[in-house]
């Protein structure tokens, strides 16, 4: 069983930078994909990140947030700059044991980001 933990959310002004971290336990995490998505509430989950043996971003994120990971201390982080009132949500971390399929298998219980204008 897999277990991802989020952390470093928080709320921050518009321009501002975040770091967000997700620990993850439970098995070999280096051959695995993993990725952050958020959802604001009434809406539907949308896709933010991955990471594999390639990163994908979503077009709204793209030049403003990376990701990374940290397969010795089994960890993905996100980090956010110039972040945007539209970037308020929660945060999901995500992993998929297959990095080829498009289907994330364990979820985090999510981070609050709060974008204040």
């Known amino acids: 069983q897999v277990q991802l933990v989020e952390s470093g959310g928080g709320t921050v002004q518009t321009g501002g930078s975040l770091r967000l971290s997700c620990a993850a336990s439970g098995r070999t995490f280096s051959n695995y994909g993993m990725a952050w998505f958020r959802q604001v509430p009434g809406k539907e989950r949308e896709f933010v990140a991955q990471i594999s043996w390639i990163t994908t971003y979503a077009d709204s994120v793209k030049g403003r947030f990376t990701i990374s990971r940290d397969n010795a201390k089994n960890t993905v982080s996100l980090q956010m700059n110039s972040l945007k009132p539209e970037d308020t949500a929660v945060y999901y971390c995500?992993?998929?044991?297959?990095?080829?399929?498009?289907?994330?298998?364990?979820w985090g219980q999510g981070t609050q980001v709060t974008v204040s204008s």
């Open positions: 995500a992993l998929k044991t297959n990095p080829g399929s498009t289907d994330y298998d364990y």
